[in-house]
């Protein structure tokens, strides 16, 4: 068995030649309006992962290509798998920090540098004054890098659920979504032309095509409220639906992940050093 973490099964899923995809299909058992053609597409092929997954991989999914945006400290590695359901990399939160624009203008040849820097140097960010006064004499910096942080997705699992679970929960959603629809004209106005276009509302570009009578600020914002309260949260209901109907026992060998750009986690496939390390911990 290789665990895998929850975001990075949505990156499997959606990180696919999902545009050029012309599938055919239900994404549920009652219609639902508000996906665009490229949400539907790729719900529909989760569909078909869950039916024959080699078929998936070899026609359809695009092997994950990390790229240095040299944005952050840590730059961007492949996904990892892991041997075991209880290693730490697998549970503990994601950290990172950005690079100060300063480095960034100057090019890659400094960001390389200050990323060496940073980590010779990273203990002291317990001592904030005295880790700016170093950036400072060094760098020309004189704040610290903003640290970016998430709450780890954890190991993937349906134990919880079963498919009425999920059902009762979808059928909530898009009932709680119509509400929200015709809840105001305002809503309905901008919801009318743009339901299917909420990714729009994280680009910082004017909207094209906005007749709605409202400002691209405020179709903006209804956008965000709308797709984080109602789509994403079905999208991630659906796929967990299809999961537990299609193919409940799904799971992956290692060689398959490996095949699509995943590489084994250092820590938990190094079994010495693993089981040097629970031996360790005091029994509970």
Not at 135 to 150: F, M
Request: negative net charge; hydrophobic residues 30%.
């Amino acid at each position: 068995m290789a665990y895998i973490t929850r975001a990075n099964v949505t990156r499997i899923t959606f990180e696919s030649d999902l545009q050029s995809l012309d599938l055919k299909g239900e994404i549920y058992k009652i219609p639902i309006y508000f996906f665009s053609k490229y949400e539907e597409n790729a719900l529909l092929a989760i569909q078909e992962l869950l039916k024959d997954p080699e078929k998936y991989f070899t026609e359809i999914y695009v092997p994950y290509k990390p790229t240095d945006t040299y944005r952050y400290v840590y730059e961007e590695r492949p996904p990892a798998y892991h041997k075991h359901v209880d290693c730490p990399r697998l549970n503990s939160d994601y950290q990172n920090f950005e690079i100060p624009n300063e480095i960034r203008e100057k090019g890659a040849e400094y960001v390389h540098e200050f990323r060496q820097w940073f980590q010779s140097v990273k203990h002291l960010l317990e001592k904030p004054d005295i880790f700016v006064e170093r950036l400072r004499i060094k760098w020309g910096v004189v704040s610290n890098p903003r640290e970016v942080r998430g709450g780890n997705s954890g190991p993937t699992s349906l134990d919880n659920y079963t498919i009425e679970d999920l059902e009762g929960k979808i059928d909530s959603l898009i009932k709680e979504a119509g509400r929200f629809y015709y809840k105001s004209t305002k809503n309905e106005t901008i919801l009318k032309r743009f339901s299917k276009l909420t990714h729009l509302a994280y680009k910082p570009v004017p909207l094209e095509g906005n007749n709605t009578g409202y400002s691209d600020e405020e179709v903006k914002e209804l956008l965000r409220i709308y797709d984080e309260q109602y789509k994403k949260p079905l999208k991630r209901d659906l796929i967990e639906y299809y999961r537990l109907k299609l193919n409940p026992t799904i799971w992956m060998e290692g060689h398959l992940l490996e095949r699509i750009g995943f590489k084994p986690c250092e820590y938990c496939h190094d079994e010495a050093a693993y089981q040097s390390i629970n031996e360790d911990e005091p029994s509970q």
